[in-house]
């Protein structure tokens, strides 16, 4: 129980945070790219074509790498759902299920398992509704963060395109001056360098978040998470309407793009929340 806790932090306002040198690292990573692009932008771009155009188009940009960033920290540091430990012993399930219950147990965990729930080795306890593990948000997707997901994989899609955009713009409108005030800040070679490195990039993240938020999209509209898929778990289904209310709220509206309003499985449990046994 002792080493166990060491991997992750929680307390009882949903604030979550697992120690995964892998997961840490690879949040890292994602922000050093996204703020790649921003560089790009503001020592290339803008002062090649300082007009009005150029400012609007950057201010663009940055709200959706701003979206994507809080996004991402929301996923992160958000507890994913999970179970507390130590609630029942084996004993206790046994004896229970004998009397006509239909309980699952996590030997790990030492805990009931909720339907839904899995364990996952890295966060180390059963998630309620867990999707998977994704190293590039250093957490769990499950119940209470799976919004906070979509909206990362749906502002970086954005991010990409806008970014990969620019870029071809930008190579057209230096192609039509022949390059002159395209070097206005950095010399020409450096500029090759980091346009060349920017679409290698946008490409990447598009292929990534696409698939991403498409298989995020699909999974939740038909309420089977990726787990539940690769198992092959039969279990009655709610319709897509009520499966996309349940992650992101009812009714649709722009709430739905807004990472700074919690799902509303979140809010449930900060509103009965209680210290955890974790
Ligand atoms: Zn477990
Ligand atoms: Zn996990």
Not at 3 to 17: H, I, L, S, Y
Not at 53 to 64: G, P
Not at 252 to 275: A, D, G, R
């Amino acid at each position: 129980m002792s080493e166990d806790k060491e991997m992750v932090f929680v307390n009882k306002t949903g604030r979550w945070f697992v120690w995964d040198p892998c997961g840490i690292t690879c949040a890292v990573f994602t922000y050093g790219l996204l703020v790649y692009g921003v560089i790009v932008k503001f020592t290339v771009v803008i002062p090649a074509f300082p007009n009005y155009l150029t400012w609007i188009n950057a201010l663009v940009f940055m709200l959706l790498v701003f979206l994507a960033i809080t996004s991402h920290v929301k996923a992160m540091i958000t507890n994913p759902g999970i179970v507390a430990r130590e609630s029942a012993t084996e004993e206790e399930i046994i004896e229970r299920n004998q009397q006509g219950e239909n309980l699952k147990y996590c030997k790990k965990c030492r805990s009931i398992k909720p339907e839904r729930a899995h364990h996952c080795s890295t966060c180390e306890h059963c998630v309620r509704r867990m999707d998977h593990h994704c190293p590039w948000i250093n957490n769990c997707v499950g119940e209470f963060n799976q919004k906070y997901f979509v909206l990362f994989t749906f502002y970086v899609m954005l991010v990409s395109f806008h970014g990969l955009a620019t870029i071809v713009v930008f190579f057209f409108f230096c192609l039509s001056t022949e390059f002159n005030g395209c070097d206005a800040w950095l010399p020409g070679p450096l500029i090759f360098v980091l346009m060349i490195l920017g679409v290698f990039e946008g490409f990447l993240f598009i292929l990534f978040t696409c698939t991403m938020f498409w298989s995020q999209v699909y999974s939740i509209c038909t309420d089977e998470t990726g787990i539940e898929s690769i198992k092959h778990e039969q279990r009655e289904r709610i319709s897509w309407k009520e499966a996309l209310y349940e992650v992101f709220g009812s009714p649709c509206s722009f709430s739905w793009l807004n990472p700074f309003v919690p799902p509303p499985s979140l809010v449930m449990y900060l509103k009965h929340c209680t210290p955890m046994n974790v």
